[in-house]
């Protein structure tokens, strides 16, 4: 369980910090200074595999990143449903897990919900 501790630490802080709105203007403020600088090297291909490379380079990494982190936070949620679900009383134990289940019995329980929120919206409409 602690073997990948480190990584989950690393990743959600990266996560929180590239979250902040100041490093979003930085990263604008790097847009503008690279197109401000495409005059002075004549708009060549040096100066457009800068930004090409590096914006690659960090959205190649941002993605493993966010889906790990997005990972963390699905797990988390999911738990705490389940638990929701099981201390619940009148709430059926069959729905603890769903993410596990095949699409199609997903969308079975789904047309489900829909009929009892379709009786809910004709009551209410009574």
């Not at 595999?49 to 982190?69: A, C, D, P, R």
């Not at 963390?72 to 738990?79: C, L």
Request: glycine share 4%; hydrophobic share 45%.
């Amino acid at each position: 369980m602690k073997k990948h501790h480190g990584y989950t630490q690393i990743s959600r802080k990266i996560a929180r910090f590239s979250g902040h709105p100041t490093i979003f203007f930085m990263a604008c403020a790097v847009i503008i200074v690279w197109a401000i600088t495409g005059p002075i090297f004549k708009f060549n291909d040096t100066w457009q595999l800068i930004i090409n490379t590096g914006t690659t380079i960090v959205t190649f990494l941002m993605v493993f990143l966010i889906q790990s982190t997005q990972n963390s936070d699905t797990e988390a949620i999911q738990i705490k449903l389940d638990e929701l679900i099981r201390a619940i009383e009148p709430a059926r134990n069959r729905m603890l897990s769903l993410e596990e289940l095949e699409e199609d019995e997903l969308n079975e329980l789904k047309r489900e919900f829909d009929k009892l929120a379709e009786k809910a919206r004709g009551e209410a409409g009574s």
